[in-house]
């Protein structure tokens, strides 16, 4: 194995090579996402798809695709096309600058498990975007460069460099100046003589007090229902209690999410996640269509759903309740749109909770309205008092194009029980 300093080289075979990006993974510190960037001989990527990440998971070669793990790369080499000159491998931090990563490491692997090469001395102070190391050609052959190069400006700043389109949020318009003042005009004034005064000392007695009036009652909040009278359907801020009196404690569940296109013909790409946080509503994991399981699988994602066609779920997350953490006190249910379309272009969005070992369905939560945004909080399963599991509707919608994105949405509409 060669230890590389920031710029060495060493060649590498043309083979399937695995590079992977590894860190200490200690409280407090930031998570790392990694990305790879297939380039032309100009640097720059031909279009967006050459961008391969968490939520374009495989490039269109099949050359370059991330391993499933959430740190690797897998590099068919011998399968890039003619015109790839560079394979970039970035990272991208979340919760923090990458001088806040211990022992952040670039490893590459050869397709018999040998690691051909490590580096380790990035660098890195208040990047929250790195460039780790790079695969490119030389004379017909390949090599690996370790390169350490980073961007305090996130991956947007990192992608926007190697001609990846990034959407920008549309400039406030300009606050017009106030208006100059100019004082009201004075009234004309006209002489009223003084009123005489009275001749009689009598006044007339104060009116009488206004009957007191309580203030009205605030509005009770709708009384919360368990599974006794069979299938529930909730509307927006309604919550259920997934018991039954009499009945052992619901374990396995599947919720179920699922949506049309508007517009007949028009195939609408959005992705249902989950995302779970603690008591004090910190964020512990995501399960997405790029990371499939939490928990030893106690969460699992069924797959992912490219167009919104079909009857019925279009897409499953598995729930095993009784083998779920006990730090894990919300599981909060996203759907996200990645390529932009917005949910007015969406219809018959809903959620339903279905008994993972009948079969039948418990509790239903049928979007009524939309907004022109990229995500939206379906529903959240949160652990009451005493430990029962509790189903709330939300419906909430936010800027959000991927489940990274809906974290501090997430956090503030979990519920109290």
């Given at each position: 194995?060669?230890?590389?300093?920031?710029?060495?080289?060493?060649?590498?075979?043309?083979?399937?090579?695995?590079?992977?990006?590894?860190?200490?993974?200690?409280?407090?510190?930031?998570?790392?996402?990694?990305?790879?960037?297939?380039?032309?001989?100009?640097?720059?990527?031909?279009?967006?798809?050459?961008?391969?990440?968490?939520?374009?998971?495989?490039?269109?070669?099949?050359?370059?695709?991330?391993?499933?793990?959430?740190?690797?790369?897998?590099?068919?080499?011998?399968?890039?096309?003619?015109?790839?000159?560079?394979?970039?491998?970035?990272?991208?931090?979340?919760?923090?600058?990458?001088?806040?990563?211990?022992?952040?490491?670039?490893?590459?692997?050869?397709?018999?498990?040998?690691?051909?090469?490590?580096?380790?001395?990035?660098?890195?102070?208040?990047?929250?975007?790195?460039?780790?190391?790079?695969?490119?050609?030389?004379?017909?052959?390949?090599?690996?460069?370790?390169?350490?190069?980073?961007?305090?400006?996130?991956?947007?700043?990192?992608?926007?460099?190697?001609?990846?389109?990034?959407?920008?949020?549309?400039?406030?318009?300009?606050?017009?100046?106030?208006?100059?003042?100019?004082?009201?005009?004075?009234?004309?004034?006209?002489?009223?003589?003084?009123?005489?005064?009275?001749?009689?000392?009598?006044?007339?007695?104060?009116?009488?007090?206004?009957?007191?009036?309580?203030?009205?009652?605030?509005?009770?909040?709708?009384?919360?229902?368990?599974?006794?009278?069979?299938?529930?359907?909730?509307?927006?801020?309604?919550?259920?209690?997934?018991?039954?009196?009499?009945?052992?404690?619901?374990?396995?569940?599947?919720?179920?999410?699922?949506?049309?296109?508007?517009?007949?013909?028009?195939?609408?790409?959005?992705?249902?996640?989950?995302?779970?946080?603690?008591?004090?509503?910190?964020?512990?994991?995501?399960?997405?269509?790029?990371?499939?399981?939490?928990?030893n699988r106690a969460i699992h994602h069924c797959g992912d759903n490219l167009t919104g066609a079909g009857d019925g779920d279009d897409e499953q997350i598995q729930i095993d309740l009784s083998a779920i953490p006990s730090?894990?006190?919300?599981?909060?249910?996203?759907?996200?749109?990645?390529?932009?379309?917005?949910?007015?272009?969406?219809?018959?969005?809903?959620?339903?909770?279905?008994?993972?070992?009948?079969?039948?369905?418990?509790?239903?939560?049928?979007?009524?309205?939309?907004?022109?945004?990229?995500?939206?909080?379906?529903?959240?399963?949160?652990?009451?008092?005493?430990?029962?599991?509790?189903?709330?509707?939300?419906?909430?919608?936010?800027?959000?194009?991927?489940?990274?994105?809906?974290?501090?949405?997430?956090?503030?509409?979990?519920?109290?029980?």
């Open positions: 194995m060669t230890m590389l300093t920031k710029g060495g080289n060493v060649p590498v075979p043309a083979e399937m090579l695995t590079l992977t990006l590894s860190w200490q993974r200690v409280p407090g510190a930031p998570g790392v996402d990694i990305s790879a960037l297939v380039l032309g001989e100009n640097g720059k990527v031909g279009s967006d798809a050459d961008m391969v990440f968490f939520n374009a998971p495989r490039h269109g070669s099949g050359a370059v695709e991330l391993d499933g793990s959430g740190s690797g790369v897998r590099v068919n080499v011998a399968a890039l096309p003619p015109h790839v000159d560079k394979v970039v491998i970035a990272g991208s931090s979340d919760g923090g600058a990458f001088g806040s990563v211990p022992g952040l490491t670039l490893s590459v692997t050869g397709s018999n498990g040998a690691v051909l090469a490590s580096f380790t001395d990035m660098g890195a102070t208040t990047e929250t975007a790195l460039v780790a190391g790079e695969l490119y050609r030389r004379a017909g052959a390949w090599k690996f460069r370790a390169v350490g190069q980073g961007w305090a400006s996130g991956l947007s700043g990192l992608a926007t460099d190697y001609g990846i389109t990034v959407d920008d949020a549309p400039a406030a318009p300009p606050t017009p100046p106030p208006p100059a003042y100019s004082p009201p005009p004075r009234p004309a004034q006209t002489y009223a003589p003084t009123p005489p005064a009275p001749t009689s000392s009598y006044a007339p007695p104060p009116p009488p007090a206004p009957a007191y009036a309580p203030p009205p009652a605030p509005a009770a909040a709708p009384a919360m229902v368990n599974l006794d009278k069979g299938r529930v359907s909730l509307r927006k801020g309604e919550k259920v209690s997934l018991t039954k009196t009499g009945a052992p404690s619901l374990t396995l569940v599947t919720m179920g999410l699922g949506w049309d296109p508007a517009r007949w013909g028009k195939d609408i790409d959005l992705d249902a996640s989950v995302i779970t946080y603690d008591a004090n509503a910190r964020a512990l994991e995501a399960v997405y269509f790029n990371h499939l399981n939490a928990y730090e894990v006190a919300h599981l909060v249910f996203t759907i996200n749109s990645y390529k932009g379309h917005k949910f007015t272009e969406v219809k018959n969005a809903f959620c339903r909770l279905v008994d993972g070992r009948t079969g039948a369905e418990l509790v239903r939560f049928n979007l009524t309205d939309s907004e022109r945004e990229t995500g939206v909080v379906m529903a959240t399963i949160s652990r009451d008092r005493a430990g029962s599991w509790v189903m709330t509707a939300i419906g909430r919608f936010a800027k959000g194009r991927t489940v990274r994105d809906m974290l501090t949405i997430g956090s503030q509409v979990l519920p109290r029980l």
